[in-house]
T-cell receptor, first 114, second 115 residues
Framework: DTAVSQTPKYLVTQMGNDKSIKCEQN?????MYWYKQDSKKFLKIMFS???????INETVPNRFSPKSPDKAHLNLHINSLELGDSAVYFC?????????????FGPGTRLTVT | GIQVEQSPPDLILQEGANSTLRCNFS?????LQWFHQNPWGQLINLFY???GTKQNGRLSATTVATERYSLLYISSSQTTDSGVYFC?????????????????FGQGTILTVHP
């Protein structure tokens, strides 16, 4: 009965490779997010989708491309990986947040680029 | 954008002690959440508390929105309380006619509870 799930949990890859992280939520929420947590534990939003439409894109390099096939899924594809992309990536979901709804996070994907 | 500051940055306690963590924010908000990131990296929702006071077991939280701060109280701390505590507030915006909110996080308080 996992609410927000991500795969894989760990991802180790070499510079220059392309990789994807998948996220699914079974809460019936219409808004999903990707956050990045850096080595100093700082969490920052990257993208948000509402009902499959991109609504937030926070000055993220265009090597990062989110895709939402339906409102329960939000995947993150990263091209030409760089050392600086090493971080923990969290997916989250909520009902439309403007009204002030609680946000729920997945377990995170630890990406290590060597 | 909204600035969120948490204090203290680090806190070391003996098991059984009480503590108060503070979150200040620079603008009015209509949503504030507290999270605990455990040593395994999971972000656990503690409270959704735009205003007022809520209690859940040994934890309670108070948000005074008019004065732009929130407090998280941990009583009778246990070693399992160790980890990083984050507060996060919503910044509201509009994209192509769709209203949205995005969470802006504080830098966290690292809590270590010793047995």
């Amino acid at each position: 009965d996992t609410a927000v799930s991500q795969t894989p949990k760990y991802l180790v890859t070499q510079m220059g490779n392309d990789k994807s992280i998948k996220c699914e939520q079974n809460l019936g929420h219409d808004t999903m997010y990707w956050y990045k947590q850096d080595s100093k534990k700082f969490l920052k939003i990257m993208f948000s989708y509402n009902n499959k439409e991109l609504i937030i894109n926070e000055t993220v390099p265009n090597r990062f491309s989110p895709k939402s096939p339906d409102k329960a899924h939000l995947n993150l594809h990263i091209n030409s990986l760089e050392l600086g992309d090493s971080a923990v990536y969290f997916c989250a979901s909520s009902r439309l947040l403007a009204g002030g709804y609680e946000q729920y996070f997945g377990p995170g994907t630890r990406l290590t680029v060597t | 954008g909204i600035q969120v500051e948490q204090s203290p940055p680090d806190l070391i306690l003996q098991e059984g002690a009480n503590s108060t963590l503070r979150c200040n924010f620079s603008d009015s908000v209509n949503n504030l959440q507290w999270f605990h990131q455990n040593p395994w990296g999971q972000l656990i929702n503690l409270f959704y508390i735009p205003s007022g006071t809520k209690q859940n077991g040994r934890l309670s939280a108070t948000t005074v929105a008019t004065e732009r701060y929130s407090l998280l109280y941990i009583s009778s701390s246990q070693t399992t309380d160790s980890g990083v505590y984050f507060c996060a507030v919503v910044e509201r915006g509009n994209a192509g006619g769709t209203s949205y909110g995005k969470l802006t996080f504080g830098q966290g308080t690292i809590l270590t509870v010793h047995p």
